[in-house]
């Protein structure tokens, strides 16, 4: 069956960085699109950023220029560099293909 891991949150301080990885299984990996999506307690799920299959991108305004989306389509993984954090991306981090989502990994900001 289609998995999808991800790993990489923690707690960091504001202006600090963290790399999320999102590993796959059971699916063709390089024929689809990735997204990296997140939701704050109290919110909706919202769309951070996506890569098509070409490697084009696209960002939340909120994180453009900040967040870097990448994929290794020799290791089935989607990359999510998120430098410059601010409190508010505070988030449990998820990643998508298809219909299929990962279990998530909690990213907190705060000093």
């Known amino acids: 069956q289609v998995q999808l891991v991800e790993s990489g949150g923690g707690l960091v301080q504001p202006g600090g960085s963290l790399r999320l990885s999102c590993a796959t299984s059971g699916i063709i990996f390089s024929i689809n699109a990735m997204g990296w999506y997140r939701q704050a307690p109290g919110k909706q799920r919202e769309l951070v950023a996506l890569i098509t299959t070409s490697g084009r991108t696209n960002y939340a305004d909120s994180v453009k220029g900040r967040f870097t989306i990448s994929r290794d389509n020799t290791k089935n993984t989607v990359y999510l560099q998120l430098n410059s954090l601010k409190p508010e991306d505070t988030a449990v981090y998820f990643c998508?293909?298809?219909?299929?989502w990962g279990q998530g990994t909690q990213v907190t900001v705060s000093s």
């Open positions: 998508n293909i298809k219909k299929y």
